[in-house]
């Protein structure tokens, strides 16, 4: 990507998923020219415990970042 080209990137729901991937995007993006935009509908993080079941002993990070590494 040459400096003068611009991205936009949207990343749609601000939960656990939608927090993690605008973090993971703005770190690996620091030098580039994007612009990341999350969009939730409501202004307040409401945190929800995850179930044990859902991570088969994994924490949450784990699991995304498994989810973001699959094509």
Same mark, same amino acid.
């Given at each position: 990507?040459?400096?003068?080209?611009?991205?936009?990137?949207?990343?749609?729901?601000?939960?656990?998923?939608?927090? %993690?991937?605008? /973090?993971? +995007?703005?770190?690996? &993006?620091?030098?580039?020219?994007?612009?990341?935009? !999350?969009?939730?509908?409501?202004?307040?993080?409401?945190?929800?415990? %995850?179930?044990? /079941?859902? +991570?088969?002993?994994? &924490?949450?990070?784990?699991?995304?970042?498994?989810? !973001?590494?699959?094509?």
């Amino acid at each position: 990507m040459s400096s003068t080209e611009s991205h936009k990137i949207v990343v749609l729901g601000a939960g656990y998923a939608g927090m %993690i991937a605008a /973090t993971y +995007l703005t770190r690996g &993006t620091r030098k580039a020219n994007v612009d990341i935009t !999350l969009v939730n509908p409501s202004p307040r993080f409401t945190e929800r415990p %995850i179930p044990d /079941t859902e +991570l088969d002993d994994r &924490t949450p990070m784990q699991c995304l970042r498994q989810l !973001l590494r699959q094509e």
